[in-house]
């Protein structure tokens, strides 16, 4: 059993920036792919960016390449999402979660922990 909770979202200007945090509890952080996922209202939960087990190695969307930046620390049990170069459509409630089975999976039915979320809103 693995509790996920989000942390760092908040209001920003388009071009700004922010990291989110996503804390795990429960044993064995390392053996889990972590991903990343958003919802706009109205729309449906996307992929957004993961993490291998060790951090070696990452995979995003092509909406946020180049932008967003996922890393972990096994140590501190926490995955981080950096995001710059904020959009308004990148506006949205985060959301973290813990995948034992794979890796790099953009469906989200294959992750089997998820955190409760945290709201990103960029302005124009």
């Known amino acids: 059993q693995v509790q996920l909770v989000e942390s760092g979202g908040g209001l920003v200007q388009a071009g700004g920036s922010l990291r989110l945090s996503c804390a795990a509890s429960?044993?064995?952080?390392?053996?889990?792919?972590m991903g990343w996922f958003r919802q706009a209202p109205g729309k449906e939960r996307e992929f957004v960016a993961a993490?291998?087990?060790?951090?070696?190695?990452?995979y995003y969307a092509d909406s946020v390449k180049g932008r967003f930046t996922n890393s972990r620390d096994n140590a501190k049990n926490t995955v981080y999402l950096q995001m710059n170069s904020l959009k308004p459509e990148d506006t949205a409630v985060y959301y973290c979660?813990?995948?034992?089975?794979?890796?790099?999976?953009?469906?989200?039915?294959?992750?089997?922990?998820w955190g409760q979320g945290t709201q990103v809103t960029v302005s124009s």
């Open positions: 429960g044993r064995a952080f390392s053996r889990y792919t």
């Open positions: 979660a813990a995948d034992l089975g794979g890796w790099g999976n953009t469906d989200s039915s294959e992750y089997d922990y």
């Open positions: 993490i291998s087990r060790s951090g070696s190695s990452t």
